[in-house]
C-alpha cells in the first residue's frame, strides 16, 4: 500500500509541474480497449488506469476530463495539445521515448503463450527467433512481444 501511496504523491508532482499545478482542469487521453487497465462499462470509461489518474487528480485538486481515443491517436493528440496527457498501457520504446515524457512504469508486462494440452498444434514454429515473430498471430498487432522480439 505504501508503494502506490508513493506513485500516487510522485505521479501528483509531476503533473503538477508540467501541468502547472491544479489551476486548470487537464484532458486525458486513453483508449478503453485494454482491460483491466482501462475499457468502457456502458460509456462509462472504467479500471485500474482511470481509478490511478483519479486518485492523482483529487490529491492534486486538478479537474480531469477523460477522451477515449483510438491507440495509434494518442501519441499525436499529446503532440499536438489536444490532450494534457496520456494515461494507458503503453510500453515504454526508445522511438516514443524520443517524442514523449513517460512516468516511472507502475506496471510491467509479460507476454506467454498458451497452447492447449494434447492439441495437433506444431508448436515448432514458435521455437525460432525467425519464423516465431513473423508468424501471421504476431504481426497482426505490433504489441510489447513484437518489441521483446527485437532485442533478442
Known sequence: ?????????LSAVVLAV????????????TNAEFPPFEYLEGNEIVGFDIDLIKAVAEQMGTNITIENLSWDGLLPALQSKKIDL???????????QAI????DPYYIAEEQMMIVQNSNTNISIFCSYNSFFTSEVFLAVPNTLTQCSKRL
Not at 1 to 9: A, G, N, S
Not at 87 to 96: C, H, N
Not at 100 to 103: D, I, L, Q
Open 86 to 96: 496520456i494515461i494507458s498501457g503503453m510500453t515504454v520504446t526508445p522511438d516514443r
Open 1 to 9: 500500500m505504501k508503494l502506490i501511496q508513493k506513485l500516487f504523491i
Open 18 to 29: 508540467s501541468c502547472g499545478g491544479g489551476s486548470k482542469s487537464l484532458i486525458v487521453g
Open 100 to 103: 514523449v515524457n513517460f512516468s
